[in-house]
Structure formats: C-alpha cells, structure tokens
C-alpha cells in the first residue's frame, strides 16, 4: 500500500505546489514509484504536469470530497502518493487529511501564515483522535529568507500548536518559480542548492512515516 503525503495549508501562496511537485519528483528519483495528486480545483499541479507534457511524474486530479475513496481505487502500484491541497475550502482539506499518513503544513515567515494554520491544525488533531494520531502532521518553513530572523521567530510561533517543525525547509530563490513555469523542477538544473534544500526534506518526511 502506498505512503500517502499530503502538503497542506488553506492559506494561498505558501508553496503547497511547489513543496509538492518537487518533493514527488525527489522521490521518484529515488527509484520509488509516485503518483501526484492535484485535489486543487485551481489546478495548479495539473497545469505544471501540462507544461512538461506529462513526462516527469503521472498526475490526477481528485478535487472532491471523495477523496479517500477514490484513492483508493487508483493508488495500487505505487509507493507514495503525494497530495497536492486545495487553499481555502476546508472540506477538501478535510478528505486530504482522512486519506493521509502525513500532512505536511507550509508555512511561510510570515503572522499571516501562522494564524490561517489554526483551523487545519484543528482539523488534523480531530482525525488524530479517532485514529491512534494518524496521520503524523509537521510545520514546513516554506520560502524563508536567509539571514534573517523571520524563520527562527515563525519556529517559536508555531511550537504552541503541538506539532513539529521539519528540520529542513525552502529558501527564497529564483529556480523555484523559473523550474515550475515550464514544468520542472529543482533537479533540472544539476548541481543548484536548491536540490539539497528538497532531498534533505524527503528524508524528514520519510523519518516520520510509519
């Protein structure tokens, strides 16, 4: 049975896609077989599939509240299934978080990003009652600024919500957006930083799997 991960925040403009994408790809890279999951009604992860012509990683979009039962169905063959959420509409939020074995929450340096996580936190701890704490849920840092006090600040914020910060997160740079607008990502370009930055976050998700 697949690893179902699934990167979440009702709050736009966090990274959700971007964290998705090239973490599916990082683990498709490492020889494992992924399915990316778009239940955005936007679409933003069926768009970046389009413009790579499908050619990086198999991609379907689930954008209802049928969520877990649906995946159910297609997810045979594979070892993960990365989750690409829906930003503000809680019931897909919701059907995300049933179909999980871990969510994760990017969050950028920023209060705002901070207080739109409250309802998701609230969502998940109500599933991890019912359920023996699955799925396990961390904070993701997205887009942090280098030497800045921001990420350490936003760490101390999030630490009264109860669940962890990965040790890893993103940077600002350039070869985020410029990869995904043609349908890559960070490993199109051998040898940049930013490839560090995703494997060293794979390697957190992987460590919180059961």
């Known amino acids: 049975m697949a690893h179902v991960i699934a990167v979440l925040n009702q709050k736009g403009g966090s990274g959700k896609t ?7 790809h990082a683990l498709k890279l490492a020889d494992a077989k992924v399915l990316l999951v778009d239940s955005d009604p936007q679409g933003s992860a069926r768009d970046w599939n389009e413009a790579n012509g499908g050619q990086l990683l198999p991609v379907v979009g689930l954008d209802r509240e049928t969520l877990a039962t649906d995946l159910k169905a297609i997810m ?28 994760l929450i990017p969050v950028q340096p920023s209060p ?47 630490e009264g919500y109860g669940f962890p910060i990965l040790a890893h997160g993103t940077t600002q740079r350039v070869i985020y957006p410029t990869s995904a607008a043609s349908g890559q990502t960070v490993f199109s370009e051998p040898g940049n930083t930013a490839i560090e930055e995703i494997e060293a976050i794979a390697k957190d998700v992987l460590e919180l799997l059961p």
């Open 18 to 24: 971007t964290i998705a994408t090239n973490l599916a």
């Open 112 to 158: 705002y990003d901070i207080w739109a996580a409250a309802d998701l936190v609230e969502v998940i701890k109500a599933r991890q009652e019912i359920t023996n704490g699955k799925p396990a849920a961390a904070f993701l840092i997205s887009r942090a600024i280098k030497n800045t006090k921001l990420s350490g600040e936003v760490a101390e914020a999030l």
């Open 76 to 103: 045979g063959g594979y070892d993960f299934v990365v989750i690409d959420g829906a930003p503000q509409v809680a019931r897909l939020a919701a059907a995300a978080v049933k179909s999980a074995d871990v969510v």
